[in-house]
Nanobody, 124 residues
Framework: QVHLVESGGGLAQAGTSLRLSCASSGRVAAGYGMGWFRQAPGKEREFVAVINWRGSSTAYADSVKGRFTISRDNARNWLYLQMNSLNPEDTAMYYC?????????????????WGQGTQVTVSS
């Protein structure tokens, strides 16, 4: 069983930064790709970023490319999302998720395990 817990969300002003963390228990590091998704009120959950299990490849949604960085520490079973130059459109609940699919999957349907989410609110 894989258990994921996000942290690091909060209230931020536009132009500032936040760093999200996701702690995982169980055998997540070996073979599991990890992703971040977000869901704003009234909208569907959308892909933000993904990293392969080695940490050697990443992919980002166009809306966050150049501003967000995904990384992982397999020795400590942590996943991170560094978010810079935040804007109000980044306001959402952010979820980390784990997938056994290879490559860099961007569809939420390909992720088997999800955390409970951490809220990020960006004020203008």
């Amino acid at each position: 069983q894989v258990h994921l817990v996000e942290s690091g969300g909060g209230l931020a002003q536009a132009g500032t930064s936040l760093r999200l963390s996701c702690a995982s228990s169980g055998r997540v590091a070996a073979g599991y790709g990890m992703g971040w998704f977000r869901q704003a009120p009234g909208k569907e959950r959308e892909f933000v970023a993904v990293i392969n299990w080695r940490g050697s490849s990443t992919a980002y949604a166009d809306s966050v490319k150049g501003r967000f960085t995904i990384s992982r520490d397999n020795a400590r079973n942590w996943l991170y999302l560094q978010m810079n130059s935040l804007n109000p459109e980044d306001t959402a609940m952010y979820y980390c998720a784990a997938t056994t699919y290879g490559g860099l999957p961007t569809s939420r349907n390909l992720y088997s395990y999800w955390g409970q989410g951490t809220q990020v609110t960006v004020s203008s």
